[in-house]
């Protein structure tokens, strides 16, 4: 069993482990950077890992992510390999058909987004994890994410129909005057807005949104 001081070299490793998995699936693996890292314009609450294309980064690679959020070396890999299905698509398909047939050619199932090991493939990610030795870090732990649904108090007026948001530190004033008829707006019942600042906007479906716990791994 090997020990890895360095986060980044035991994703290095683990690259090179899961190559014999992509070749006998008839795919290289493309030279790519692996780093551990927050994922840009994806909520790091949700993503796990995110693959960059090659025309993105300086050095002509793909540049791969992992979230701080992992330490399960086996999780590390099944992310791993998901982001790996993107870089052997250079991202040109998102999570579309080019991309489903690697995913399930290597030993992905499930939604595109959130493919991930079957069966088969976690044995040989276990035994990978085992030579890989431990992951030399420790998982971020989020704070308890802030309620989806906030209440905020409106105040109308009654003649024109003009309509504000009043602001917790400002409500206990009372409602403001109407700016075009001068008298003073009535306050309607608190209506509950929806807060996205927790929740990929990506991963929202039509007037709805993602789930707290589904997990999904994005490119950019």
Known sequence: MKQHSVRETWLEDAVKHLEPIFSKAGYAIPPVRVSCGFPASSSPRTTLGQCWPR??????????????????????????????????DDCFSGHGEDFKGIAQTVGLEGPA????????????????SQELGPYPHHAIVFPPPRPSNASRSKAKCGQCGYE?????????YGAPICPKDNIRMQEDIPETIENTTEYDSEGLGKGGKAPPD??????S
């Open 214 to 219: 589904e997990i999904r791994r994005a490119i």
């Open 113 to 128: 987004r959130m493919a991930h090991a079957t069966e088969e493939l976690t044995v040989k990610l276990m035994m990978i």
């Open 164 to 172: 504000v948001t009043l602001l917790k530190k400002w409500a206990s």
């Open 55 to 88: 025309e993105r980064s300086g050095g002509g690679v793909n540049e791969i992510f992992i979230s701080p959020k992992l330490d399960d070396p086996v999780q590390l890999l099944d992310t791993l390999v998901h982001e790996l299905c993107h870089a052997v």
